[in-house]
């Protein structure tokens, strides 16, 4: 049974950072591409950053500079390091996998519609900033 979980979302003040994990089972992990997306409130969901399986990285214009993805390819555990949180950030963050593509790839497929497209997706964890 394929299973991607999602933890480590919270509260935090704008500025500071937050590190998401994703655990993945049930798949051949080392076979897929993993990525992030989000869907604020009202919002269209929105490709985050991907990576694919040679390490290879790709992340929306917003989030470059401040969120670096990351995998225990051991562990099949994804991160998402997000650093200098801002307003905009505050969404359910979602952990995905499409196999056999590449990080422009999967960033892409998010992009255009969050999961529509992925093979594998979780429940999300929830970010929100703090006044």
């Known amino acids: 049974q394929v299973q991607l979980v999602e933890s480590g979302g919270g509260s935090v003040q704008a500025g500071g950072s937050l590190r998401l994990s994703c655990a993945a089972s049930g798949y051949t992990y080392s076979s897929y591409c993993m990525g992030w997306f989000r869907q604020a409130p009202g919002k269209e969901r929105e490709g985050v950053a991907a990576i694919d399986s040679d390490g290879s990285t790709s992340y929306a214009d917003s989030v470059k500079g401040r969120f670096t993805i990351s995998q225990d390819n051991a562990k099949n555990t994804l991160y998402l390091q997000m650093n200098s949180l801002k307003p905009e950030d505050p969404a359910m963050y979602y952990c995905?996998?499409?196999?056999?593509?590449?990080?422009?790839?999967?960033?892409?497929?998010?992009?255009?519609?969050?999961?529509?497209?992925?093979?594998?997706w979780g429940k999300g964890t929830l970010v929100t900033i703090s006044s």
């Open positions: 995905a996998a499409l196999l056999h593509a590449s990080a422009i790839q999967a960033l892409g497929v998010m992009t255009l519609g969050g999961y529509y497209g992925m093979d594998y």
